[in-house]
């Protein structure tokens, strides 16, 4: 599953379970393009299993603003 330049992906671990992946992680794309084309992949099957694709929008104050 190919959508474009990648900038940075950060997997969700769990500490209290050595460490174990949570399911899900974000990433950061470097063009709106990519982001758009991500998307448009929500619910396709890798190896599969479907694949759930949405915006991250922080609740922080301050964060980066979303592409």
Do not use: C, W
């Not at 900038?7 to 949570?22: C, G, L, Q, T, Y």
């Not at 899900?24 to 890798?46: P, S, W």
């Not at 694709?53 to 922080?60: D, G, M, N, Y």
């Amino acid at each position: 599953m190919q959508s474009g330049e990648i900038v940075e992906v950060k997997i969700e671990r769990d500490p209290s379970n050595n460490n174990a992946s949570k399911g899900y992680g974000h990433i950061e794309f470097k063009t709106k393009e990519a982001v758009q084309h991500a998307l448009a992949r929500d619910h396709e099957l890798v190896e599969k299993r479907p694949v759930f694709v949405t915006k991250f929008v922080s609740a922080r104050p301050g964060a980066r603003r979303e592409m």
